[in-house]
């Protein structure tokens, strides 16, 4: 796969606790629990492109219920940054459990840094995307978050 650049600027979503042990734009997290995509060699930050979609990904991992004192925030992906998007049919496996495949293929994206984000499918949600964020990608910089505000 191929890294792409986008040609528009994307707004995406992450939803946290504001109060909690870190930031809610912040990796850490990944590295002490990794995600389906990650390895706590390769901390990421992991996003929605919509906010639809974060906030069911927050129940679902929730069992059904929304930690509380949610907010969010939006995190605008400018035009011009790299991506890559992740096929599933390429390869078979991603969405099983244990994570085994789609853990080995975001630990290579990461660590070889092919793309700034790397757009997956929402297991959840199959149809729509999260996105992961390579902090150590060198165009991060460019990636900005807005304060957050309240989950109601």
């Given amino acids: ?9 994307l707004t995406c979503y992450r939803i946290g606790d504001p109060l909690g042990t870190y930031p809610i734009y912040d990796a850490t997290g990944s590295t002490l629990a990794p995600g389906r995509w990650n390895t706590p060699g390769c901390p990421v930050i992991y996003i929605s ?5 974060a906030l069911l990904e927050k129940l679902v991992y929730g069992s059904g219920r929304l ?11 400018p035009r011009g940054l790299s991506y890559e998007t992740f096929s599933s049919p390429s390869l078979p496996g991603w969405d099983s459990m244990p994570a085994t495949v789609s853990k080995e293929f975001g630990e290579a994206w990461c660590k070889d840094r092919r793309s700034a984000v790397l757009l ?10 999260n996105v992961i964020i390579n902090p150590a990608h060198p165009e991060c910089h460019a990636i900005t978050a807005s304060l957050h505000r309240p989950v109601y």
């Fill in 120 to 129: 997956v499918p929402s297991v959840v949600a199959r149809i729509e995307n």
């Fill in 1 to 9: 796969m191929t890294a792409q650049v986008l040609d528009r600027t």
């Fill in 67 to 77: 930690p509380p004192n949610q907010h969010y925030i939006e995190i605008t992906l």
């Fill in 49 to 53: 492109e919509h906010y639809s979609t």
